[in-house]
């Protein structure tokens, strides 16, 4: 009878603690690998809108000014989104040391250049140099090691 007894707690321990590492492992997956992916994901449609747009912003024609609204928004939405999961990601800095995000630094640096291209849109200049859509876009592609085809 002692035996049935020890046997029954070990089944129940065993129940129990697959339930607890079932749980732990649920919540992992949802607030830590699902925010990192949507990071990925984001990162694609910034390669994505890069392309695109590219060649609105760099004829400055101002020949279809939807397409500049919705390239500036777009830039814009990118770079809050881009904060927005910096900051939902626990232990974001953690990850860097794996790099399996990119570093917090070029991250904040990423977004502030794309609030700098959607502003560019309006601005309907070339600008030389440090602040002009060419460097930005590099700069953009460089910091989130983005793939631009060029």
């Known amino acids: 009878m002692n035996a049935f007894a020890l ?18 492992g649920q919540a992992f997956l949802r607030f830590v690998m699902e925010p990192i992916q949507e990071l990925h994901k984001l990162r694609g449609e910034i390669t994505s809108a890069l392309i695109y747009y590219a060649n609105v912003l760099i004829s400055q024609s101002k020949l279809d000014p939807v397409a500049d609204d919705e390239g500036a928004r777009l830039y814009r939405q990118q770079s809050s989104k881009l904060m927005a999961l910096i900051s939902v990601i626990p232990f974001y800095r953690f990850w860097c040391c794996f790099k399996i995000v990119p570093r917090y630094q070029d991250a904040t640096a990423a977004s502030r250049e794309l609030i700098g291209l959607s502003n560019y849109i309006y601005v309907g200049k070339e600008e030389t140099g440090e602040g002009s859509y060419s460097a930005r876009r590099r700069r953009v592609a460089s910091l989130l090691k983005l793939v631009l085809g060029e």
Request: charged share 0%; net charge neutral; aromatic share 12%.
């Open 7 to 24: 046997s029954q707690s070990q089944i129940l321990f065993g129940i129990a603690s697959g339930v607890l590492i079932f749980i732990i």
